[in-house]
């Protein structure tokens, strides 16, 4: 007698609003090109300040999008004081560029999209 395979439940997929409301908190992070090394970590902050109760998938995705936007500020910082750090800072900023974006279209389809060379300031 074989045994028996119990199924696994799928992932609940967030809705379309927590969905859409993700992708905006990393979509906002792209504000350090208007206003550079504070745009991209307030907007994403305000975000989630204000839509962390809405879903528990706003409140995830808000925090990796504040977490990685306030990592990749410090990591301008630290490049733009150090010798070699000059030579990094082409990369940090094409990551900063790159990722939210990749991030955004993740969060849009139900995907609990994390960061990489991300601090964790919010858990």
């Not at 706003?58 to 936007?69: L, P, R, T």
């Not at 490049?79 to 900023?93: D, K, S």
Request: hydrophobic share 55%; aromatic share 10%; charged share 15%.
């Amino acid at each position: 007698m074989a045994a028996e395979s119990v199924p696994t439940p799928e992932p609940v997929r967030p809705d379309r609003d927590a969905r859409m409301w993700a992708m905006i908190c990393h979509l906002v992070g792209l504000a350090w090109l208007l206003v550079p090394l504070i745009g991209n970590v307030l907007a994403p902050l305000i975000v989630w300040l204000i839509k962390r109760e809405d879903d528990p998938f706003i409140d995830e995705q808000g925090k990796q999008a504040f977490n990685f936007q306030a990592s990749m500020s410090l990591y301008f910082v630290i490049a733009t004081v150090t010798i070699i750090g000059i030579l990094v800072l082409p990369v940090i900023i094409i990551l900063a560029f790159i990722y939210p974006i990749v991030a955004a279209v993740r969060s849009n389809q139900g995907e609990h999209y994390r960061y990489p060379l991300t601090i964790g300031f919010l858990q």
